[in-house]
């Protein structure tokens, strides 16, 4: 199964961008994972960005994926519940999970409505590039538990 990490905006933080690109070759020892980065939108009202953003974003997305949306409204998953997920999905012989990161101004409820799960990584809200480091950890931290290695104790 193909994971593929879709985010508005680019890590402009030089620490951020490198701790992503180490937990992205991580995950690669696993699973074929990329990072697509959809443009951010700069002009018009709130709901005209997040709109644009969500075209971008469908854009990217296969049809057939399941699409994980983060959000701060959504489930608290423990990291044994999102391994649980990834092996059932593999299980299923599921070719692309995304996961969906929202940019400055959220997530548009498009695409909220498109996820098959809302993924909620707590009651904080975290920067954009800092969620990105987050979920890959997470996903590296998902495949360790799945073949029982020591990096998740």
Not at 89 to 94: M, P, S
Request: proline letters at 2%; aromatic letters at 6%.
């Amino acid at each position: 199964m193909r994971i593929r990490i879709v985010s508005v905006g680019r890590t402009r933080n030089k620490y951020l961008r490198a701790l992503a690109d180490d937990y992205l070759e991580r995950v690669r020892r696993f699973t074929a994972c990329e990072i697509n980065e959809v443009r951010e939108s700069a002009k018009g009202s709130p709901g005209l960005i997040l709109d644009e953003e969500a075209m971008r974003i469908r854009a990217t997305v296969e049809v057939s994926a399941i699409v994980v949306a983060l959000d701060v409204e959504g489930t608290l998953w423990s990291s044994h519940e999102l391994a649980r997920r990834i092996e059932d999905w593999q299980n299923k012989a599921v070719k692309e999970s995304a996961f969906i990161i929202g940019g400055h101004g959220g997530t548009a409820a498009s695409v909220l409505e498109r996820a098959d799960f809302r993924w909620s990584l707590g009651r904080i809200t975290l920067p954009h590039e800092m969620a990105r480091v987050v979920v890959l950890e997470q996903i590296y931290r998902a495949h360790t538990i799945l073949r029982g290695l020591p990096y998740q104790k």
